[in-house]
């Protein structure tokens, strides 16, 4: 059954957890409630590696895509932003793939901490920690996340406006 049901594409922006457990839209029934515990932590497995396999920031961080990395660890990797908004614009993202800050679970308060530290590592290395930063993560579609993996923006280089709205 469970060979059957792995026929989506990694491609499209869900998360494993919506799409195992929201009802369709058309009314049809939903395959993933009639599977196991083990069967469910089987396919998400399937699908973190299939979705890897597309993820921009994976490839980055398994050092398929060369960048000049700012700093390197066991669980994160930092960067350069390649399409900067502030004179200083780094992003720091997991090794691991974790769709947004929304998937993080207990077990990841290490990786959440590290990120934040490594933000203020770099905003001193970078200069631009006496005269203030920003650090910014964005969540889903309408928090403005448009890579689905986590990343932490660090933002410097000159006062910054807070211009959040509705669009």
Do not use: W
């Not at 599977?35 to 932590?41: A, D, G, I, M, T």
Request: proline share 5%; charged share 25%; hydrophobic share 45%.
């Amino acid at each position: 059954m469970l060979s059957e049901i792995v026929k989506f594409s990694p491609a499209r922006k869900i998360s494993l957890a919506s799409f195992i457990h929201s009802p369709r839209s058309c009314g049809a029934p939903c395959p993933f409630i009639k599977l196991s515990v083990s069967e469910k932590q089987i396919l998400a497995h399937r699908f973190n590696i299939l979705y890897m396999n597309s993820c921009i920031f994976c490839k980055i961080a398994n050092k398929e895509i060369p960048v000049e990395l700012l700093y390197e660890d066991d669980l994160v990797v930092a960067f350069k932003d390649i399409k900067p908004i502030v004179p200083v614009h780094v992003l720091i993202i997991p090794k691991e793939h974790i769709e947004s800050i929304a998937d993080l679970t207990g077990k990841h308060e290490l990786l959440a901490g590290r990120m934040i530290m490594v933000a203020k590592k770099l905003a001193e290395k970078l200069g631009i920690a006496k005269s203030g930063y920003k650090l910014l993560f964005r969540v889903r579609r309408n928090g403005g996340q448009e890579v689905p993996h986590i990343h932490l923006h660090l933002l410097g280089g000159g006062r910054m406006s807070e211009n959040i709205r509705v669009v």
